[in-house]
DNA sequence: ATGGTAGAGCATCTA
């Protein structure tokens, strides 16, 4: 159906480690925040254990790929949930994980997506994580075309540039900062999505999403932005406001990942 | 000091 006015959209992600454990917190969230469309990852919840009616009490319907123990992810939306797809289209070799998930929300296709960690260079899950991201763009061209409003949002792993790190030095020769991941996130870029971060803050510096629990590291500043929405022309030329909430990575029991909202007139 | 914490679930595995 033709758009027949400009419509404002608050899109969100949060990688959430865990729904049962965050739904409270989440709960409190999503009213501070109120977004429109929200990508979860890391929901650690089968299909039939996802609070669906939940979300729905909170006035969003939802879309869960999950398996339990690890991974799961999700999109809750209050402009509608259509045209979903589980994991990768038909033809692209299947996930053995739950690590994405595609809908219709709007006018806008959402993919909600947790990248493989990669665990160590080298390592046979760092061969499927940089397989995993050609798999990725491999979908995008199924699902959607890049002149259509795309958005790929949630934790993908991979600090875009240096200026990501807190301190790239000490990642010389580990996973999220390689040049064979950074790669794959270039090939995303020239299939015509941009890091919708960076059109609200271009040079921004020390803006993290994700901080280790160990060590004391979110107190003393030690973090990644790891945490990316990813959105094609027509979504990036209306980004209005973005903002890593650090907040919500504070008090009692949080999640390792501060979630990320970013304001959109479509 | 090759450490530390958190979540799944109950021995470790994953991050």
Redesign the pocket.
Same mark, same amino acid.
Request: glycine share 8%.
């Given at each position: 159906m033709a758009r027949r006015y400009a419509a404002r959209v608050r899109l969100a992600t949060w990688n959430i480690?865990?729904?049962?454990?965050?739904i409270d917190r989440l709960r409190e969230w999503v009213d501070y925040a109120a977004p429109d469309v929200l990508c979860l990852q890391e929901t650690?919840?089968a299909d039939d254990a996802f609070p669906a009616l939940t979300f729905a009490e909170w006035g969003y319907e939802t879309v869960h790929h999950g398996q339990?123990?690890?991974?799961g992810v999700a999109i809750a939306s209050r402009l509608g949930v259509t045209e979903v797809v589980h994991g990768f289209a038909p033809g692209i070799e299947p996930d053995v994980d739950a690590r994405l998930v595609t809908a219709t929300c709007g006018d806008m296709r959402v993919m909600s997506v947790y990248v493989?960690?990669? *665990?160590a260079v080298g390592h046979e899950?760092y061969h499927y994580k940089l397989v995993w991201l050609d798999r990725l763009r491999a979908h995008l061209d199924a699902v959607a075309g890049p002149d259509d409003p795309v958005v790929v949002a949630g934790d993908f792993?991979i600090a875009p540039a240096d200026r990501d790190v807190y301190d790239p030095a000490a990642f010389v020769g580990e996973t999220h900062v390689t040049d064979d991941e950074r790669e794959r996130l270039v090939r995303l870029h020239e299939w015509g999505l941009v890091d919708l971060f960076r059109v609200a803050y271009p040079d921004a510096d020390k803006v993290y999403s994700w901080w280790?629990?160990? *060590?004391?590291d979110f107190h003393q500043g030690r973090g990644m932005r790891i945490d990316l929405a990813l959105g094609s022309r027509a979504v990036a030329q209306g980004v209005d406001y973005a903002l890593i909430d650090r907040h919500a990575r504070k008090g009692k029991?949080p999640?390792?990942h501060a979630p990320m909202l970013i304001d959109l007139t479509l």
């Amino acid at each position: 159906m033709a758009r027949r006015y400009a419509a404002r959209v608050r899109l969100a992600t949060w990688n959430i480690n865990s729904l049962k454990v965050r739904i409270d917190r989440l709960r409190e969230w999503v009213d501070y925040a109120a977004p429109d469309v929200l990508c979860l990852q890391e929901t650690k919840v089968a299909d039939d254990a996802f609070p669906a009616l939940t979300f729905a009490e909170w006035g969003y319907e939802t879309v869960h790929h999950g398996q339990g123990q690890w991974n799961g992810v999700a999109i809750a939306s209050r402009l509608g949930v259509t045209e979903v797809v589980h994991g990768f289209a038909p033809g692209i070799e299947p996930d053995v994980d739950a690590r994405l998930v595609t809908a219709t929300c709007g006018d806008m296709r959402v993919m909600s997506v947790y990248v493989p960690n990669g *665990r160590a260079v080298g390592h046979e899950q760092y061969h499927y994580k940089l397989v995993w991201l050609d798999r990725l763009r491999a979908h995008l061209d199924a699902v959607a075309g890049p002149d259509d409003p795309v958005v790929v949002a949630g934790d993908f792993n991979i600090a875009p540039a240096d200026r990501d790190v807190y301190d790239p030095a000490a990642f010389v020769g580990e996973t999220h900062v390689t040049d064979d991941e950074r790669e794959r996130l270039v090939r995303l870029h020239e299939w015509g999505l941009v890091d919708l971060f960076r059109v609200a803050y271009p040079d921004a510096d020390k803006v993290y999403s994700w901080w280790d629990y160990r *060590r004391g590291d979110f107190h003393q500043g030690r973090g990644m932005r790891i945490d990316l929405a990813l959105g094609s022309r027509a979504v990036a030329q209306g980004v209005d406001y973005a903002l890593i909430d650090r907040h919500a990575r504070k008090g009692k029991l949080p999640s390792d990942h501060a979630p990320m909202l970013i304001d959109l007139t479509l």
